[in-house]
Every structure is written in C-alpha cells, then in structure tokens.
C-alpha cells in the first residue's frame, strides 16, 4: 500500500528552510501534548491518556498531516465506578494556635461587686457580734446578778427584770435614748437596798466613782431650799457625769432616791435629759428612780392576789400575765402625776412574806457580828406587824426595822 507522501519541494527552496518532513510530526506533538494538558486541566481524560501520541488521539487542527498506521483505535481504560467515601469534615486547628473552646456567656462585674459586699457586710455583723460581747463583759453583769440574788429577799422577779434590762442595753456603747429604771413598791421592800448594790457594782467595774451619781432628794434638796436651785445643781451635776463618761466611752449610772419627794421641777429636769433632742452624751446613761408612789397599789394588788402564787416568784404565763397587769396599773397611775413615767421601764417590788424578813434578819446579824440563829431571828420578826391573809403573813414595814431591832441585841 502505497504511504501518502507530501510533495517535493524545488532544491532551491529546500536547501532555505528546514524539510516538511521532519517539522510537521513535532509540531503535531507539541499540539497534542497541549491538548492534553487542557483536557487533563478538565479531567476529561484520564492521567495516562495523553502519554502516548497515537493516530487515534484526537486532531487539533484539519490543515495538519494525518498518519496511516495498522493499530484499532486506542481505546481508553474502562473505569470502575467507586462509592466515594464521605468523609466528616474535621476543623483543623493552625498550629500555631491555641486550641479554644467557644465562649461561655460573659459574667456581669455586677455579680463580683455583689459577693464583695456580702463578704464586707458578714465581716462588719461578726465584728459587731463580738463588740457586743466585749461591751456586756465590761460592766460583768452575771456577777451583778448574782449579788442581788443573794442580797435582796423575796423579789426574784424584779432581779431578773432588772438585768434583762441592764443586758439589752449594755449590748451595745451608742444608744438612742438613755435607759430609766422606775423602781416602785412600798416601804422597806428592797428599793434602796438594790440601789445602793447597783452603785456599789457600777464603781467596781467602771473603775471611776465619778461616773456613778446618787442623788437623795431629801438629803440634797430639803424642804427650805429652793427648788431652782435644785434643778440647776442636779442638771449640772448630771452634765458633769455624763460628759466624763463620754471621754472614757463608758455608760455611767445615776441612782435618784425618794423620787416622789422630788419638786415638779426637778422632774421636769430628769424629763428633759430623755428628750431625743439633747445631746446624744445624754442618751448613753442609766438613771435609776426609786419611789414609794404607787405603793398602796401594790399592796392592793398582793393582798387581792393572796391566795394564789403571785407573791411568790412570778413563773409561768398566769405570772407573766400578773406581772404585766400590775405594771400596766401603776404606769397608768405615775403617769398622772408627771409624764416623766411615760417613758420608763417600771419594776414593781412586791411585799415580803414573813420567812422572807426572817431572812433580813439573819443576813443583819452576820454582818453584826452575831451569829445567825434561826430560831432567834423568828423570834424577832415575830414582833413586827403582818398582813394576814389567805393563811398568809406578808410584813407591813418589810425589812425597814431590822436594822434597828438587830442593833438593839
């Protein structure tokens, strides 16, 4: 079979430029590599495809030579199809990079403001606590509490009011008001008695006798005197105390005796030292009121209450009831006369049973120097007056004559 020849050229023209011959397969070749290279860019033909340049690969251009060879069309590799594999798609990190996790909610600065405060106001409550605990300790009230159980007779109630009150208000250094103790019941009940203990306590802790003031009306505004100048003395007095207990931040202590021998303007004095307009070294003071006023009402009382247990020590809720009841009535009646009593804390001293002056009697000799005969102090108290009732004996004057009785002996 004859091969398809190309023309020959004039020697002239073939000794100028280079034979067709040989120029015309490399530039097929080239043309194919290139179109292999696009096709292979579109992956429409396979990696392999276009490294052997056959007769069966496609023409790039019609005007080219075209080549006769005895091989079948080339035919391209069958392809099995493959299930692509879904792969999770995994986040990759830079390396460089910290690995972070995503942001939680961000925190309010309020919240850190809110448990600071917390923490502070916990600190200042405990701090506060323990104020409260070294400013009761100060003034030793337990023991205060155990002097007036031992030396004064038949008035337990009136003892342990009488603290309760002294502890709530000793809790703390700075006071809103001051604290008035109305001591009210008749004669020779134990007023004075516990005023002259409460004195004598109050020196001992506060270690200044300058910041306990007793004041006796009779003895220091008698009946000629007059009764200006009473006021003046007492509110200057009293002005001293108060301010030298200021300097040493302590709570002094002013016993006022035979109040219901005090004139209308000594009371008026005492008044006006509560008065939440004065001075706040005013509000931080005790004063102690003992009076006779209101005296026959507790003797009514008693007597009408004879055959139950209330002389006794008031216990339970019918005595707590009692007690209230007695207290409501004398305020009532103290309040008529000046209004001073409107604002103080009233504790009524009721009457002494007999075996409770047969007790006066017997702590009087021991400290006379005598000794303390049981038989010998009923005998004694045998002789003072008694109110009978109920199967009863309740002393009209109290313990006021057992000292003179015992100093006869």
């Not at 194919?32 to 490294?51: E, M, Q």
């Not at 005013?282 to 009121?289: P, S, T």
Request: glycine share 6%.
């Amino acid at each position: 079979m004859d091969r398809r020849q190309p023309s020959q050229e004039p020697a002239d023209a073939a000794r100028g430029a280079p034979c067709p011959s040989v120029m015309a397969p490399l530039r097929a070749v080239v043309r194919l590599r290139r179109r292999v290279c696009v096709l292979r860019k579109r992956r429409l033909l396979p990696p392999g495809a276009g490294s052997d340049p056959g007769p069966a690969a496609p023409r790039g251009d019609a005007d080219q030579p075209q080549f006769f060879t005895f091989d079948g069309p080339v035919q391209p590799p069958c392809r099995t199809s493959r299930k692509r594999r879904r792969r999770s798609r995994v986040v990759l990190y830079p390396e460089t990079s910290r690995k972070c996790r995503p942001r939680a909610e961000q925190r309010s600065r309020a919240q850190h403001c809110l448990l600071l405060l917390v923490a502070i106001v916990g600190f200042q409550v405990l701090n506060a606590i323990e104020n409260l605990d070294d400013n009761a300790q100060r003034y030793d009230l337990d023991g205060l509490e155990k002097a007036l159980q031992r030396a004064v007779f038949g008035q337990p109630a009136a003892v342990r009011r009488i603290v309760a009150l002294l502890r709530d208000y000793l809790a703390t250094h700075v006071h809103s008001h001051p604290l008035l103790l109305a001591l009210h019941g008749p004669s020779g009940v134990g007023k004075s008695h516990v005023g002259r203990l409460l004195a004598s306590h109050f020196r001992a802790v506060l270690e200044d006798a300058a910041l306990v003031l007793q004041y006796d009306a009779r003895h220091h505004c008698p009946e000629p005197r007059v009764a200006g100048d009473c006021r003046e003395e007492l509110a200057r007095r009293v002005a001293d105390v108060v301010a030298r207990a200021e300097a040493e931040e302590k709570t002094p202590l002013l016993v006022l005796d035979e109040a219901e021998s005090m004139p209308p303007e000594l009371l008026d004095e005492l008044h006006g030292f509560l008065q939440p307009q004065r001075s706040h070294r005013f509000h931080n003071a005790i004063y102690v009121l003992l009076s006779g006023a209101g005296g026959a009402e507790v003797t009514r009382f008693v007597l009408h209450n004879a055959s139950r247990t209330l002389p006794l020590p008031l216990a339970g809720a019918h005595g707590a009831r009692a007690e209230d009841e007695l207290r409501a009535s004398l305020r009532e009646l103290l309040v008529r006369e000046h209004p001073l009593w409107q604002a103080a804390a009233i504790v009524p001293f009721l009457l002494l049973d007999k075996r409770d002056v047969v007790n006066c009697f017997r702590d009087e000799m021991a400290g006379e120097g005598f000794f303390p005969e049981q038989a010998r102090a009923e005998l004694l108290a045998g002789q003072l007056n008694y109110y009978c009732v109920a199967g009863r004996e309740f002393a009209v004057t109290g313990c006021k004559q057992v000292v003179a009785r015992v100093n006869l002996l």
